[in-house]
């Protein structure tokens, strides 16, 4: 079973109100671990249960990956393992929010077990590859056997997070992947070969699920992909953005981000 660990609700009113029994499930992206989400948890604490996650490869879970992840990783094996801990703790159904890979995992998750999905909150949400990280993917693709893991990974976050107020971001993402190994980043990297189809499922099929997704304005990779599909899913499915903002909106503007998805979790449920 993958790493986790559980902050309970610690409401500032002497009584617990509906929300603050429902639990909240925190997804973390690629190279990423559950440390990322250090600026939320208090925020969520005070009104949900909340659920920090490691994914498998990456933080306390990277000591499992000799025994346990020796099979070849898809999408739908992550979020069997997300299920597993949510089964194991008895969680019928949570709130999930996850930051750019991690919500990938969240929508695979919602179309397998959509009863276990309260509401996806999507942060720097990944829908289509533009043709940037196309390029991104190929060249990965190509030289993923011949250099350090770590190059690549520094050469991904520039191209997508370059500006100057993207640098936290930057480094936290690549201090986090210094952790990883060799070939546990060569086994994610191969999940970028079924991306494509599974991004356009997600794009063209709309969920019963409120949906709030959470990008920055600079986000130029993915947000203009997010802005079509909340055009098209306009039943269940809500945008916005934060201003002066990269990729990881929840390191690089965490107040608002904080404020933005509670006010949204209190005002739907």
Same mark, same amino acid.
């Given at each position: 079973?993958?790493? +986790?660990?559980?902050?309970?609700?610690?409401?500032?009113?002497?009584?617990?109100?509906?929300?603050?029994?429902?639990?909240?499930?925190?997804?973390?992206?690629?190279?990423?671990?559950?440390?990322?989400?250090?600026?939320?948890?208090?925020?969520?604490?005070?009104?949900?249960?909340?659920?920090?996650?490691?994914?498998?490869?990456?933080?306390?879970?990277?000591?499992?990956?000799?025994?346990? !992840?020796?099979?070849?990783?898809? !999408?739908?094996?992550?979020?069997?393992?997300?299920?597993?801990?949510?089964?194991?703790?008895?969680?019928?159904?949570?709130?999930?929010?996850?930051?750019?890979?991690?919500?990938?995992?969240?929508?695979?998750?919602?179309?397998?077990?959509?009863?276990?999905?309260?509401?996806?909150?999507?942060?720097?949400?990944?829908?289509?590859?533009?043709?940037?990280?196309?390029?991104?993917?190929?060249?990965?693709?190509?030289?993923?056997?011949?250099?350090?893991?770590?190059?690549? +990974?520094?050469?991904?976050?520039?191209?997508?997070?370059?500006?100057?107020?993207?640098?936290?971001?930057?480094?936290?993402?690549?201090?986090?992947?210094?952790?990883?190994?060799?070939?546990?980043?060569?086994?994610?990297?191969?999940?970028?070969?079924?991306?494509?189809?599974?991004?356009?499922?997600?794009?063209?099929?709309?969920?019963?699920?409120?949906?709030? +997704?959470?990008?920055?304005?600079?986000? +130029?990779?993915?947000?203009?992909?997010?802005?079509?599909?909340?055009?098209?899913?306009?039943?269940?499915?809500?945008?916005?953005?934060?201003?002066?903002?990269?990729?990881?909106?929840?390191?690089?503007?965490?107040?608002?981000?904080?404020?933005?998805?509670?006010?949204?979790?209190?005002?739907?449920?």
């Amino acid at each position: 079973m993958i790493s +986790y660990t559980i902050y309970q609700a610690e409401p500032e009113e002497t009584l617990l109100t509906q929300s603050e029994n429902q639990w909240v499930i925190f997804i973390h992206g690629a190279g990423g671990s559950s440390s990322i989400w250090y600026k939320q948890i208090r925020a969520f604490q005070k009104h949900f249960n909340v659920l920090l996650l490691d994914l498998r490869g990456h933080g306390n879970s990277n000591q499992q990956i000799k025994t346990a !992840f020796k099979q070849k990783y898809t !999408f739908k094996s992550i979020a069997n393992d997300v299920v597993e801990v949510i089964n194991h703790l008895k969680i019928e159904s949570s709130h999930f929010v996850g930051i750019s890979l991690g919500s990938i995992v969240i929508r695979q998750l919602a179309e397998m077990h959509p009863e276990k999905v309260k509401s996806m909150i999507l942060g720097g949400a990944i829908l289509k590859m533009n043709f940037r990280s196309q390029i991104l993917m190929r060249l990965g693709n190509l030289f993923k056997y011949i250099l350090p893991y770590l190059i690549l +990974y520094k050469l991904f976050a520039f191209v997508i997070m370059p500006k100057k107020n993207h640098k936290k971001s930057r480094l936290l993402f690549i201090n986090e992947a210094k952790k990883l190994y060799q070939k546990e980043f060569i086994k994610w990297f191969k999940l970028t070969s079924e991306i494509n189809p599974i991004l356009r499922w997600f794009r063209q099929v709309e969920l019963d699920i409120p949906t709030l +997704y959470v990008m920055g304005e600079e986000d +130029y990779m993915f947000l203009p992909a997010v802005k079509e599909v909340v055009k098209k899913h306009v039943k269940t499915a809500e945008l916005f953005i934060i201003q002066n903002c990269g990729h990881v909106v929840n390191v690089e503007q965490p107040l608002i981000f904080n404020t933005a998805v509670v006010s949204f979790l209190k005002e739907k449920f």
